[in-house]
DNA sequence: CTGAAAGCGCTTACAG
DNA sequence: CTGAAAGCGCTTACAG
């Protein structure tokens, strides 16, 4: 690509002007002499003149570009949201530069490279060291799954607590006491906040919570539907839960699966609740019940402020995203006691 | 960002050393005095010295960066290509820049600007003229929905003909001879070429293409499923296709859940046909009968040819990837005559 | 209205 | 081994 792109100094030559001239005629800049001008926009267009934006960028200290780092791209909840980001982010002027590696050096170059104007991404997916260069540099970034704050970082998280409450609210009010949960992996805020909202509505209504029915399930679809599948086959039919709530789409249809494998019904012998995973593109996606969170919205919300923050209108800032809670098929009301 | 992050003035400065003394050692070039090598080293980690690489670029003319235009990165077939693009990218030391506009300048900027090293796409979103201009200007592109062949140019793409003639032949030898078709938009190589090898097949076998059953489901969900849904209610059972063959996934589920929701037995009543779309996570995705395009396959391709393009190692190639013929549950045979 | 010059942050011959 | 200088392609005061 290097090869011989022309450049404002081929069109000046050419045009037998100086650089300055050419620069101001290609930048708009009402102050050249309208022939002059005609002429050395003849002679760019003749030599297919495009301005280098690095070049440009150097100069302004700015690329127009945000970076999103993520470990993936796929599934119900990435794959809208990332392409929500490149959305927002284009419709802004903003172009968006996806990291998708673990790699920290990597991540550093681009953060702190300034190949970015910001970044958008997932705090659990960067080491103390870079947070602390991302805080010293004043570099801005917006985190999607962690509430952190300071001047030049903002977040958007879903209130999850509050929801894994109302979710687990719901099922008690439908006769439901033994109720299951399928935790993502430790360190995941959604998670952590689902599974605190389940203890505490679970407290407040005098259940206990058992803890063969809490299962790993990664927030991946295969270890969710092993660990389901495993406790399904080694337990007493009259033992199982009689609701499960899944922490998030991928267990949820894991756990859909397993059951539906061992030919359990849904929700007849037991009803599934689950977060996200309404835009799942399947023949017959399971109507299932649950927390709809409005991923566009974050995805909004994060590139919008970001690009605030970017021109220093305002100051890191978090924003609590609501789900809606959505009735569908995979609840039933349970009678009383067993 | 443009804050006062540090530069190696700053740096060379402090440490009482020139510009190119900081930036040797900073490159690990071994012409540098150990004592001062040390010393530079360390000015630069108390200053938390990050390089531009900006201005690396503007250097070097590299940018180490790979645009990839598109539409969509969602569904079946987008999003895995675009991440499996993103992720060879990286592993093999190049970003990935996500360009979701349709908008031409926007391309134009990144292509000629300067701002990637080469791009991977699809040619039926680019205008003739900014093809003209890749042309001209050298850039190195993939294309990877069409076969284009130049110095700077090259494509992957799928045996999709072929395919469309396997596909085909296999319904035909099952018993079929009602055999229907849906089709994408008209510009898109992968639907021209399947119909072309359903055609083909259809004539070879003296069964003549009825055009009641040529769909036109745009390669998207909806629309497909409106056009068979349309068909269904309005066509007398008796006419009905005894098999559909969906030109690529989506339009296999649209049809998949037109047919479903029309009570009418798959496969005992239509036999479906898909193309790629073997990745779906869905609780009970349809075991489909189809072509799997091995996409990763593709996109590894794309990257590695565009790389080697720009390192001047080969001019343009094409390749074509097979598909692979996988039986699942979605057609069965058919008595002879009807 | 136009041009010469300095600068964005870096690298790379070239002297010393 | 180290430094002064030119240059990557552009922009932006500053003179004229």
Do not use: W
């Not at 280098?52 to 794959?79: D, E, H, V, W």
């Amino acid at each position: 690509m290097t090869n011989k792109r022309s450049t404002i100094k081929d069109i000046a030559r050419k045009a037998n002007v100086s650089i300055a001239t050419v620069s101001n005629v290609l930048n708009d800049i009402d102050v050249v002499k309208p022939k002059t001008r005609q002429h050395v926009l003849q002679i760019a267009s003749q030599l297919n003149y495009v301005p280098n934006l690095r070049a440009k960028q150097l100069q302004s200290g700015q690329t127009k570009m945000i970076g999103f780092f993520c470990n993936s791209i796929s599934g119900p909840y990435f794959n809208p949201l990332a392409e929500s980001i490149a959305k927002i982010a284009e419709e802004n002027g903003y172009g968006i530069n996806i990291l998708l590696s673990n790699d920290q050096s990597m991540l550093r170059r681009n953060i702190l490279g300034d190949l970015v104007d910001g970044i958008i991404g997932f705090e659990d997916l960067i080491t103390d060291k870079e947070l602390q260069l991302i805080r010293t540099n004043r570099i801005k970034a917006v985190f999607i799954d962690r509430i952190i704050q300071d001047e030049t970082i903002g977040s958007v998280v879903f209130d999850s607590y509050q929801k894994g409450k109302e979710v687990t609210d719901y099922l008690i009010q439908q006769g439901h006491q033994k109720i299951g949960f399928i935790l993502g992996k430790d360190d995941i805020y959604d998670s952590n906040e689902r599974f605190r909202g389940y203890k505490t509505a679970m407290e407040k209504a005098n259940l206990k919570v058992n803890p063969n029915y809490i299962f790993k399930g990664e927030f991946e679809l295969e270890p969710a539907f092993q660990v389901i599948e495993q406790f399904l086959t080694t337990t007493a039919r009259k033992d199982y839960p009689t609701a499960i709530i899944a922490g998030n789409d991928l267990s949820a249809i894991g756990a859909y699966r397993a059951i539906k494998q061992q030919k359990i019904r849904i929700p007849e012998e037991i009803s599934l609740v689950s977060f996200d995973g309404f835009d799942l593109d399947s023949p017959h996606r399971p109507n299932l019940t649950g927390i709809h969170n409005p991923i566009v919205e974050q995805a909004k919300f994060a590139v919008e402020h970001l690009i605030a923050m970017i021109h220093n209108q305002t100051p890191g800032k978090v924003q609590t995203i609501e789900g809606h809670f959505v009735v569908g098929e995979t609840v039933q009301q349970r009678a009383e006691e067993r």
